[in-house]
């Protein structure tokens, strides 16, 4: 069992405590799998659904251009050919359909464990604690804004972990708030997954999400 020590701020940006997190030295995942989870998770959050239109669908008349002969040009036989303009295309997009790519699911757990306990050992992942009722009776950005410079964590990418999926007042203004921050997030610990750890730069782990930032380490539950 492998520990690290991450420090517990509150929103003044001052330390309250230290906290411990455990997890398995063991992370059981290679850079291979987790390149094709993450291709697969990029893949998938695709539509599919670009579509032009072909010669035979472009709205024009039938009618041919000019006469084939006798007028010095190249023999023309539809003004819906692709080139003319607003004629049909060539080689374009098309819908496609059921592009969708499995991802194992102990793949998937591990690559998400790896890339957070990447981010543990880099010193990357801070603690907050919950003091939503205190601060943010409305929404208040200068507070998370302050909190972030404090930490030094400006212009980088911050993703702030919560695991409170109620509507309580407090934390839909924490919602509010963060939005007008530049780079900063706020998403729940379970909808956690490997594209987002990746591109995040400061973790900052709520107390309500602690427990299940845990289960994440321990490669218990991940999402996509």
């Not at 309250?16 to 998938?44: H, P, W």
């Not at 919602?175 to 987002?196: C, E, F, P, T, V």
């Not at 990746?198 to 900052?204: D, E, L, S, T």
Request: aromatic share 8%; glycine share 8%.
């Amino acid at each position: 069992m492998t520990q690290a020590k991450c420090k517990k701020y509150d929103l003044s940006g001052n330390v309250v405590e230290e906290v411990t997190v455990a997890f398995e030295g063991d992370e059981k995942a290679n850079a291979q799998s987790i390149k094709d989870y993450i291709v697969a998770l990029r893949r998938n959050a695709r539509q599919w659904s670009a579509s032009t239109k072909s010669r035979n669908e472009s709205n024009h008349s039938g009618a041919k251009p000019h006469a084939q002969k006798g007028t010095g040009k190249a023999r023309q036989g539809f003004l819906g050919a692709p080139q003319y303009r607003g004629g049909g295309r060539v080689h374009t997009p098309r819908p496609k359909f059921d592009q969708h790519v499995r991802i194992n699911q102990k793949e998937r757990r591990a690559a998400v464990r790896h890339l957070l306990i990447e981010k543990l050992n880099e010193g990357n992942v801070v603690f907050l604690s919950d003091q939503f009722d205190k601060y943010f009776k409305e929404p208040k950005t200068k507070v998370l804004s302050s909190f972030i410079k404090a930490l030094g964590f400006t212009d980088q990418r911050v993703v702030c972990l919560g695991g409170d999926a109620t509507s309580k007042v407090s934390v839909l203004n924490f919602k509010k708030s963060i939005r007008n921050i530049r780079k900063a997030s706020y998403m729940l610990a379970q909808n956690l997954n490997g594209y987002d750890v990746m591109v995040g730069q400061k973790f900052v782990v709520i107390d309500s999400a602690k427990d299940e930032f845990q289960k994440l380490l321990r490669g218990n539950d991940a999402k996509n």
